[in-house]
């Protein structure tokens, strides 16, 4: 949890952004919640009635302090997503909470704030949207709740062995096979980046951009280097600059033993952001 902090003490101290690039979400409003998740699985959330294997299930104990937290982290990424979708950039320092499914949540997840944003976008009048999702865990619950909607693309590339057990099917998947590195990801993910580009065609993408790839990474069990991360970044932001599409980028995983290693590798994902929009 400490990351997210010392991202944002980061970002500032090496000048990457400045002040007045950052902006602070108040909580999300419930009928951008009720768009996606459960009107009961919402009240339940907001009462603390989980049951033990409920909490269990999600990963945190339950607190009033966690359900704003949050709902804070879904209104950052929504609002990152409506900057995209007028063909910039922007980035959550949080977020990317793949787990959660409509009725429950699972894996450090909650609330789903891909799916949320997504569906905003759709209100919004936009008709194709892409998530590209390539943090080591496969987004199930993302891939669950847009199963039925043709207007959401969902790429996963991720851990074959990994979380979770049960994969839903993402419109696009690519499993990856225990230490995989990094020559082979990036030319899948060439291939994966090139099919969503040219065969969907999509208006703007959501990024989750989760650094547990890393061979550091305590849950990961792939073996991309610090390098080959950031190239996986670089990839897909140069994608969409040469679609002339924005981006919404939301955090994702990361569990090295070292947490700078964490901290650096999000950092390279500011950075490139800025070397390509800039």
């Known amino acids: 949890m400490a990351k997210y902090e010392l991202l944002r003490q980061q970002l500032q101290y090496e000048g990457i952004m400045e002040p007045a690039q950052f902006f602070a979400p108040n909580a999300i409003e419930e009928h951008n919640l009720l768009r996606v998740h459960d009107s009961k699985y919402l009240n339940k959330l907001e009462a603390g009635s989980w049951s033990r294997q409920e909490e269990r299930r999600s990963g945190f104990p339950w607190s009033l302090a966690l359900i704003d937290r949050e709902k804070t982290i879904m209104e950052g ?46 209100d919004r009048g936009m008709d194709r949207i892409a998530i590209i999702d390539l943090d080591v865990h496969q987004g199930n619950g993302t891939a669950q709740i847009t199963a039925q909607e043709d207007r959401i693309f969902t790429l996963s590339m991720h851990g074959e062995h990994n979380y979770p057990l049960h994969k839903p099917q993402s419109s696009l998947d690519i499993p990856l096979p225990d230490g995989t590195g990094d020559l082979d990801y990036l030319n899948r993910l060439d291939h994966a980046l090139h099919r969503v580009m040219t065969e969907f065609q999509p208006q703007v993408v959501l990024y989750q951009c989760g650094v547990d790839v890393l061979a550091t990474d305590k849950l990961g069990r792939l073996a991309l280097t610090i390098e080959g991360c950031r190239t996986r970044d670089e990839m897909v932001f140069q994608a969409c600059k040469d679609a002339s599409i924005g981006v919404a980028c939301a955090m994702g995983g990361g569990y090295s033993q070292n947490i700078s290693t964490i901290v650096k590798a999000h950092m390279n994902t500011f950075k490139v952001a800025r070397d390509i929009w800039t």
Do not use: V
């Not at 990424?77 to 787990?99: D, Q, Y």
């Open 77 to 122: 990424t929504r609002l990152c997503g409506i900057e995209a979708a007028r063909g910039g950039i922007a980035l959550n320092i949080a977020g990317g909470t793949h787990h959660a499914f409509k009725d429950r949540a699972e894996g450090f997840c909650l609330l789903n704030d891909l799916a949320i944003t997504a569906y905003d976008l759709l």
